[in-house]
Nanobody
Framework: QVQLVESGGGLVQAGGSLRLSCVAS????????MGWFRQLPGKERESVAT????????LYADSVKGRFTIARDNAKNTLYLQMNSLKPEDTAAYYC?????????????????WGQGTQVTVSS
């Protein structure tokens, strides 16, 4: 079992920045592929970014490339998402998730552990 707790969400104006954190406990964090997802009410959860176990391989959704950066600190069991140049369309609940897959993956079904989410609201 892996327990994930997100933090760092909030209300920000368009063009602003936020950094999300996700602290993991339980099994060895450094063994897992980690990802950030987001979801609007009534819509499917979509992948935002993913990072492999050692942090060397990262993938991003086209909508956030060049604005968001995913990172991890395995010594602190923590996953991060730095979000810059935020847009109103980035407004969503953001979730971190863990996967035991072999490499970084954007496929939601590959993730087995999920946090409770943190709300990000970007005002225009």
């Amino acid at each position: 079992q892996v327990q994930l707790v997100e933090s760092g969400g909030g209300l920000v104006q368009a063009g602003g920045s936020l950094r999300l954190s996700c602290v993991a406990s339980g099994r060895t964090f450094s063994l897992y592929v980690m990802g950030w997802f987001r979801q609007l009410p009534g819509k499917e959860r979509e992948s935002v970014a993913t990072i492999n176990a050692d942090g060397e391989d990262k993938l991003y959704a086209d909508s956030v490339k060049g604005r968001f950066t995913i990172a991890r600190d395995n010594a602190k069991n923590t996953l991060y998402l730095q979000m810059n140049s935020l847009k109103p369309e980035d407004t969503a609940a953001y979730y971190c998730a863990a996967s035991s897959f072999y490499w970084a993956t954007m496929e939601r079904t590959k993730y087995v552990y999920w946090g409770q989410g943190t709300q990000v609201t970007v005002s225009s």
